[in-house]
């Protein structure tokens, strides 16, 4: 039997992934389970150690740690180094790998949509470990500009430097309206609950020559951004899909073994 885990803070316990990953093993006939585990800041080094001393053969890594990991891993995959997020590890013996699938998700994503990104102008509000993957595979799809709007300053910067992509705030948009043809929340922000003042603040944009609204949340009541979408009349992909070409991928690095996406919804419908 081969065991595979999530790790992060308390929303590792509100992820869809366990019953997602658990009802595809069933599925395809994998003896497998996965477990969920929330690590504390300062157990992540310890949490490594464990994967290899508990013979964990695969993790899955969430926010806030898809950075933090990085230094315990004994090799990282091309894509994760430059984006510097990890979301899934693979433990051979006592040597863990880590990639990034959230990056290549996002791709699939857009390329089942059939959303030709090249020559493409891009906005992305965040500046986390999903922002960088999204701006790793805009940058990869050469679109033609990517705007970062993010709270902190230092790590939009960072994001500039390592992956590319030019800084823009809410004040600047407040004065300027952006032009974008593609949109992407990457922030955990997507209802009035969440945060009102930055609702209010996408509720009022009038976004330019807007062709296609991403929000890397899923399962959100009252979505500003499906709202956007629906108020300029251009399509809307929440969470749901990106989760699951990012699973396919990760499942893939596992086991080998390629479930098609619509397997992963149809576990995450029956949830």
């Keep these: ?8 803070d308390e929303r590792a316990f509100r992820t869809k992934s366990p019953t997602m990953f658990s009802t595809v093993f069933k599925r395809i006939g994998i003896s ?11 157990q992540i080094g310890a949490a490594m150690q464990s994967l290899k001393s508990l013979n964990i053969d695969g993790a899955n890594v969430t926010i806030p740690y898809k950075s933090s990991v990085i230094p315990y891993m ?24 880590g990639y990034n699938t959230n990056a290549i998700g996002f791709m699939d994503t857009l390329e089942e949509r059939a959303f030709n990104v ?6 992305v509000f965040g500046s986390g470990g999903g922002a960088r993957a999204v701006v790793f595979i805009l940058n990869w799809l050469r679109a033609s500009s990517i705007q970062i709007s993010g709270r902190t300053s230092k790590r939009v910067d960072d994001i500039i430097n390592k992956i590319g992509g030019s800084a823009t705030s809410l004040e600047v948009m407040v004065k300027y309206t952006p032009t974008a043809n593609i949109i992407i929340n990457t922030t ?18 009038h976004f330019k020559e807007c062709e296609l609204i991403v ?6 009541q009252n979505n500003i951004w499906q709202n956007k979408a629906s108020e300029l009349g251009v399509p809307f992909i929440d969470g749901f899909a990106p989760l699951a070409h990012a699973a396919r991928r990760t499942l893939l690095l596992w086991t080998r073994i390629d479930v098609e996406p619509s397997e992963f919804l149809k576990a995450i419908d029956a949830i």
Excluded: H, W
């Design 118 to 123: 090249t020559g493409k102008k891009a906005l």
């Design 74 to 97: 004994n090799i990282l995959s091309e894509g994760a180094n430059i984006i510097g997020a990890v979301n899934t590890i693979i433990r051979n013996d006592q040597e863990l790998k």
């Design 32 to 42: 497998a389970a996965y477990v969920p585990f929330k690590v504390f800041p300062d």
């Design 215 to 220: 929000d890397l949340n899923y399962g959100r």
């Design 1 to 8: 039997m081969k065991i595979f885990c999530i790790l992060g």
């Design 188 to 205: 955990p922000i997507s209802s009035f609950d969440d945060s009102p003042e930055f609702a209010r603040f996408i509720e009022n944009q």
